[in-house]
């Protein structure tokens, strides 16, 4: 299917949307980019072959396209994907989905009621290795799952923070180190194990930075399916470490640290085409454990192949609204629980 996109934002999730789009035979293509910043959208289109150069996203999805990538702060998520969906425009954001629950549920109304696709950017969902993993998980491999650990200890400076006005504010983030770092490996866990019943959560900002959203958080989850898990999320560590996803079950563990495959511990050992992904070492996708960058497309590209397929097919994506939804609602649930001082029930 041939999808003309247009793209807000010209950040990092757009360069990322962008390579994603380019150079692909047939199929998708980017058409139309946006940012407030005339002198920075056209030096964008310029760099990726577009044409159509906006400053008002509201001209940007009155332009002739069919599907919108949001890459803009997580804040303005809805209301950008309502107005697109009411045109007939079918919507991937970036993550998180949106800041809350409820502005989640809007978004996947709207776009329910118009009969357009949604869908929500987790893209490591795409990754071999984490597939694997939740095929263990899925198939019984490690028996009844009873505790999984979810952990992004990461650091981030001051300037990375002042770097953007939307950064580290609770209106237009949405969140700290939780829905902007560690956001990826918990979905992977929620992916893996299922919906979560209940959650009880602590959060705090370090003297490290000046900033209204938490740097660090610990939480503490149990699944509809019984097992129980911890999830820890800093921006503040200043030995940061590549983060790791491990899920312990009655017959065996599996677990990842990065994007590396380094539990296999079930019956029977790991298959040939399990090794080849184990201990492969780590892989370059130009992120750091200290500061900002992802560069590589590979994974969005998965994605968009998915999304764009499932337009065409008119099915769900795998990251639909609904999943990008459960992702949000546990980590609002998590900053409910530590402002209430008791356990919370995802919305």
Known sequence: MSLRFGLIGTGGGGHLFAGAL????????????????????????SRYGVTEVFTDWRALIRADIDALCVASPTGDHARMTIEAAARGLHVLTEKPMANTAADADRMIEACDRAGVTLGCIYMYRFMDTAIRMKEAVSDGLIGRPLLAECIGLFYRDQPYYDSGEWRGRWETEGGGSLVTQTSHTLDLMLWMLGDVEAVAGFYDTSPLHRIEVEDHAVGILRFVNGTLA????????????PRILTIRGTEGTVGMVGDDLTRWDVPGGPSSDIEKLMNTGPVDRGDTLSAAGYADTTLHYRQMEDFTAAAAEGRSPLVDGREGRRTTAVMEALYESARRGRMIRPA
């Open 22 to 45: 380019t150079g692909r035979p047939g199929g998708a293509r980017l058409a139309a980019v946006c940012s407030r910043n005339r002198e920075k959208a056209a030096g964008f289109a």
């Open 230 to 241: 911890t999830v820890v999320s800093t921006t503040a560590a200043v030995d940061p470490q």
